[in-house]
């Protein structure tokens, strides 16, 4: 799944508005990202950030406008079509790790692989995986066993396991102290420049967002797009 050209890792938002009934959420959205690129989303409470996450990793469909992903509109496929899509295509960490209680921390990463086609080295790419976020001697725990920040490392391996063109991060150091968020997000920037996917974060911090090379800043359902200074 993983493409080389430019234009196979192309994320393009054209026109895009989103209601909820009489709630506009999204006004008239465009943009376009290429692979390799950061993108910071910030805006108050409310704004539309999560919205426009959901949109962008296939969750929630757009009212209006077009999503198009490596080419592809997920919108025009089938619902097992983009089920498959984007269990492929996107890498999800939300703010609560949202891992399985009853699972070790290795057998979190390997979900994600088991939806589709198995793949024979599905156990040693999460244990490579879990080693480069630091977790190496920490497989066999529980969730349950392990530090806020640690859990977010092992939701950020399980969110790259299937090696996404794009890594949608929703608040993913909200939780956590100032210390711990500082490591969680140069973790997410070494993976992302090893990866060079599209790493998209809403974050309410605007000293983190300053890390980012795009900065998009929602009020409104306006959307305003910056250049931040890039790490
Ligand atoms: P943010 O993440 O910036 O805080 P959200 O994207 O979660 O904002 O929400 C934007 C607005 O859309 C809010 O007013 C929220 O209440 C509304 N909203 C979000 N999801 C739904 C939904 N599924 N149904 C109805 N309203 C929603
Ligand atoms: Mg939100």
Redesign the pocket.
Known sequence: MKETTDKAHQLKISNLSKDFGKIQVLQDVSFSFNAGTSVAITGP?GSG???L?HIIGTLEEPSHGHVEINGTDPFKLSEPELARYRNAVVGFVFQDHHLLPQYSVLENVLIPTLAFKQQPDATQLAQELLKRVGLTDRMSHRPAELSGGERQRVAIARALINKPSILLC??PTGNLDTTTAGTIADLLFELHRAERNILIV?THNLELAGRFENQLKLADGVCTLEKGNGR
């Open positions: 409470s950030k999560s919205t996450l929703d608040e809403v």
